[in-house]
């Protein structure tokens, strides 16, 4: 296959998320704009950003790539994550966008908690920061590798040249034009990931003898990729299920609930957003799992995905198809992966700007400032990500399980507990946190029962807010700015 109508589009592509940079700095006039897009969002952009910023390039290969190894037994990982991404759509996305504007218009989690708990001393502010800067350097790392992957699949190019090939352009539109950007070229991109995973998961049955004969051949040929109970247990399904619980804990994606033009525009969100998100996770299944049938017809081309299953849906696109469209294909793979990379550095740069410069350092910077500061400091964790993705033997799935945990950990518990227990307090929040990150790292390490360390997390964290929120007390004006948001909600819902 030529390569010539894969760089054009590519380049095609490349270049129209460019163009929504630039328009993105010419309408970017605020702070407020770059990191939060003004909370302007309709329900378009909010449902389809919030699917592609979370997806990821794990969405097209983490996932088929682990479908195609270990066969159905990786599907509960699926249902985990609906469940959880509903549940954060129905409890968390209404009172967190409400919450973060009456609490003095907070733009990050760091900022709401601060506000929250009118924490003067700002140590939730700092450790909150902390954490995010830790588990988004790891997270915006599986991105680069990702994207590594791509480049130095099609195009040939040795690793190190594929990093920086596949990091550039998503620096580049991000640094320009902040959230707006993001958010606009996210809607672009998850509409080209769920053509994609419609596509050729219907051209791979297809072309397999259909989804009958296709999951008997892969029985006879892999009979324990077709058993969904196979080389798991109940400690393992549990791990996949809890990949839910790490939802309501993801600074990118609760940034599109925040950032959302009102309350009344969350239901409607949520609908096009679970429904976009069921389509592609069956897609990415679909994939991986009638991959085998696929390659048992054709092992003549079975070396490369053997070689890395993580590859599958990236060589699938070559080899059925006509070399433009498999270009359209690939594209939305680039796509997963910019979409989720970009939210990534905007936050980290938004907890850097926000939360350590704007707090400790310039408390009077005006608002060119802080964009500026906010473009510099995302170049900066960008070029620490890249060190982070340059050993070749970096696995996207592993890195994106490490981070998704930390998060779901240090922040999932606090940020639903704040939401409804009236009586949690500063230092909870504070313990909840600690104990949460802390338990990942450690429990990461030795892989105790081999249970993920999502599950010890946010169940020790949120203990730890109970225990120390019960011995404190709240202040009356705490507890007041909550009744009053709960009044706001009851009265809207």
Not at 119 to 133: E, G, N, S, Y
Not at 186 to 210: E, H, K, N, R, Y
Not at 402 to 413: H, K, L, V
Request: charged share 10%; aromatic share 12%; glycine share 10%.
């Amino acid at each position: 296959m030529t390569a010539s109508p894969l760089w054009i589009t590519f380049a095609l592509y490349l270049a129209g998320m460019l163009g929504i940079g630039f328009y993105a700095w010419w309408r970017t006039r605020s702070f407020d704009d770059y990191i939060l897009g003004g909370r302007s969002l309709n329900p378009w952009v909010t449902a389809l950003s919030t699917g592609a910023s979370d997806m990821s390039g794990w969405l097209l290969m983490g996932l088929p790539g682990a479908l195609y190894a270990s066969g159905l037994a990786e599907s509960w990982i699926a249902i985990g994550l609906v469940a959880g991404a509903w549940a954060n759509w129905r409890y968390v996305a209404g009172p967190l966008r409400v919450y973060t504007e009456r609490a003095g218009n907070a733009l990050t989690l760091p900022d709401y908690f601060t506000h929250r708990f009118e924490d003067r001393q700002r140590l939730l502010r700092v450790l909150c920061a902390l954490v995010i800067l830790v588990f988004f350097a790891i997270y915006s790392a599986s991105g680069i590798v990702a994207g590594a992957r791509l480049f130095e699949s099609t195009f040939g190019l040795p690793y190190a040249q594929a990093l920086w090939a596949g990091a550039a352009v998503t620096i580049a539109y991000t640094l320009l034009g902040g959230f707006l950007a993001v958010s606009w070229t996210d809607t672009v991109q998850a509409s080209l990931m769920i053509f994609a995973l419609i596509l050729v998961p219907l051209i791979v049955i297809a072309g397999s003898g259909g989804p009958l004969d296709a999951h008997a051949m892969i029985a006879a040929a892999h009979p324990v990729r077709a058993d969904w109970f196979a080389g798991t247990s109940l400690v393992g399904i549990v791990s996949l299920l809890a990949w839910g619980l790490g939802y309501v804990g993801q600074p990118h994606i609760l940034a599109r609930f925040m950032a959302a033009e009102s309350l009344v525009a969350i239901r409607p969100a949520r609908r096009i957003g679970m429904s976009w998100m069921v389509i592609c996770l069956a897609g990415a299944i679909a994939v991986g799992y009638y991959a085998n049938a696929w390659y048992a017809a054709h092992p003549e081309l079975a070396g490369a995905v053997n070689e890395n299953p993580e590859r599958v849906f990236i060589l699938l696109a070559q080899q059925l198809f006509h070399p433009w469209v498999a270009g359209v294909l690939l594209s939305a793979v680039l796509a997963a992966i910019m979409s989720t990379l970009s939210c990534q550095l905007l936050v980290c740069s938004s907890a850097l700007t926000e939360d350590f410069y704007k707090a400790f350092l310039r408390p009077a910077a005006g608002q060119r400032e802080l964009i500026w500061v906010g473009r510099a400091t995302l170049l900066a964790v960008a070029l620490v990500a890249v060190w982070l993705a340059w050993s070749p033997d970096n696995s996207v799935l592993k890195l994106v399980s490490y981070a998704w945990a930390g998060f779901g950990a240090a922040f999932g518990p606090v940020v639903v507990i704040s939401l409804y227990w009236r009586g949690m307090t500063r230092d909870g929040a504070l313990a909840g946190v600690l104990v949460g990150a802390i338990t990942v790292l450690v429990w990461k390490r030795y892989a105790w029962f081999g249970l993920y360390e999502m599950v010890p997390g946010v169940l020790f964290a949120s203990l730890a807010i109970w225990q120390v929120s019960r011995a404190g007390s709240v202040p009356a004006t705490v507890a007041a700015g909550f009744d009053r948001v709960h009044g706001e909600l009851r009265a809207t819902s």
